[in-house]
């Protein structure tokens, strides 16, 4: 991504297909939860097409960036928006926009596919949770053959696209754990050229998570075996795949410390670092709100500079310290892109980025500029690890 290139993280909807036992989010699908945390918002319903037309139409004539457009499900399964496959034709049909991506569930993908432009696909998210079973167990009966069936469409497409980055989101927690070693021999069979498998620590704070928080929990040794027997299978496939001249499959830890990548990669032996995706960037490199290179679109087309920052708890933490700022709309007539991250909401935003940082114990860690963690995550719910031990 170029230097001025600026990243769209769009949410078209908190509404899912979905009611998986581990989700954190599930409270945005209750319209009184939604009614107090949108006291100004009118009517609580995703914005049609035509209502985000002046959005788009800033990102189809502000000359001054490109932009990467990724529709992702934090919040909501993007898919199921009445008029996902339009807007998504759309936005990719501009010269502005130089990449799209989508993170899904992948359930009813492989069904709209032939309606999509992919050209400009250059990252396409999953979820999987290991082997049929264990995904079963956590999403629903049925639910693993449609994920997989779009994931192997999607593969299919874009096999022959270097720049193309097929990933899969896992979620490791108490019920999949063991069943993480599974994920290379399940991706194995895949030809795209750059296919990754995240790893990513489950938060017990909210909805069906807290609910089945004894189920979910999972100790952190538990994490770094699963992820050192997932290693050593994976380097068999990887070995099978370059034997067949095809790219070997990568592990990325997300979302961890960089204390606990440290334990988990010297407890795997032999290790080879070629197999891995590590960030060493600190968070003020790796921050696309705190350096402007982000927009996060929720679906009544509020704009924030990213997912963290538009959780209740983030904006209450905010405005105690701020006082109530209004949030930037696409129904306040913007005409430029500087105009939303110049806004005094984005400023002030900025500001206390930098401020929570300088405040929260991860500054005087030693390992600061090589750790990615969120200070807005840190500072409202902590960091699971001996990094910060919770009062």
């Given at each position: 991504m170029g230097h001025n290139s600026i990243q769209i993280d769009w949410h078209l909807t908190y509404n899912c297909n979905l009611n998986c036992i581990h989700c954190g989010v599930?409270?945005?699908?209750?319209?009184?939860?939604?009614?107090?945390?949108?006291?100004?918002?009118?009517?609580?319903?995703?914005l049609k097409?035509?209502?985000?037309?002046?959005?788009?139409?800033?990102?189809?004539?502000?000359?001054?960036?490109?932009?990467?457009?990724?529709?992702?499900?934090?919040n909501g399964e993007s898919t199921i928006h009445p008029d996902f496959v339009d807007i998504w034709n759309t936005l990719s049909s501009l010269e502005s926009v130089h990449s799209m991506g989508i993170t899904t569930n992948g359930i009813i993908l492989y069904k709209i596919l032939n309606k999509m432009e992919f050209e400009k696909l250059k990252n396409a998210i999953f979820s999987l949770d290991g082997d049929e079973e264990a995904h079963e167990r956590i999403r629903g009966k049925g639910t693993f053959k449609r994920t997989y069936r779009s994931i192997q469409k999607i593969d299919e497409i874009k096999q022959n696209d270097d720049l193309f980055y097929l990933q899969v989101n896992f979620v490791i927690n108490?019920?999949?754990?063991?069943?993480?070693?599974?994920?290379?021999?399940?991706?194995?069979?895949?030809?795209?050229?750059?296919?990754?498998?995240?790893?990513?620590?489950?938060?017990?704070?909210?909805?069906?998570?807290?609910?089945?928080?004894?189920?979910?929990?999972?100790?952190?040794?538990?994490?770094?075996?699963?992820i050192m027997d997932a290693y050593q299978k994976l380097r068999v496939v990887n070995r099978d795949r370059r034997k067949q001249k095809m790219a070997p499959i990568k592990i990325r830890p997300l979302g961890f410390t960089s204390k606990q990548?440290?334990?988990?990669?010297?407890?795997i032996k032999n290790v080879d670092f070629s197999d891995f995706i590590i960030s060493y960037r600190g968070w003020k490199n790796s921050c696309s709100a705190y350096s402007r290179k982000k927009i996060y679109v929720d679906p009544f087309g509020n704009f924030f500079p990213c997912g963290a920052f538009a959780a209740p708890e983030?904006?209450?933490?905010?405005?105690?310290?701020?006082?109530?700022?209004?949030?930037?709309?696409?129904?306040?007539?913007?005409?430029?892109?500087?105009?939303?991250?110049?806004?005094?909401?984005?400023?002030?935003?900025?500001?206390?980025?930098?401020?929570?940082?300088?405040?929260?114990?991860?500054?005087?860690?030693?390992?600061?500029?090589?750790?990615?963690?969120?200070?807005?995550?840190?500072?409202?719910?902590?960091?699971?690890?001996?990094?910060?031990?919770?009062?």
């Open positions: 599930v409270r945005y699908r209750d319209k009184e939860f939604l009614r107090h945390f949108y006291p100004r918002s009118g009517s609580i319903r995703d097409k035509e209502e985000l037309e002046p959005f788009v139409a800033i990102l189809s004539q502000d000359t001054s960036y490109k932009f990467a457009v990724h529709f992702s499900p934090n108490g019920i999949n754990a063991d069943s993480l070693k599974e994920l290379s021999l399940v991706l194995g069979e895949l030809t795209s050229k750059n296919i990754v498998i995240n790893i990513l620590p489950l938060g017990t704070n909210e909805g069906n998570a807290k609910i089945n928080e004894d189920a979910l929990s999972v100790e952190e040794d538990i994490i770094i075996k699963s990548l440290l334990k988990i990669v010297r407890s983030s904006l209450a933490k905010f405005y105690s310290m701020k006082g109530y700022i209004n949030v930037p709309n696409i129904k306040d007539g913007f005409s430029s892109i500087d105009e939303v991250l110049d806004s005094k909401f984005f400023v002030l935003a900025r500001e206390w980025i930098n401020e929570l940082y300088e405040s929260i114990p991860c500054n005087s860690c030693p390992l600061k500029n090589s750790c990615t963690v969120c200070p807005i995550y840190a500072s409202i719910w902590g960091v699971q690890c001996e990094c910060w031990e919770r009062s």
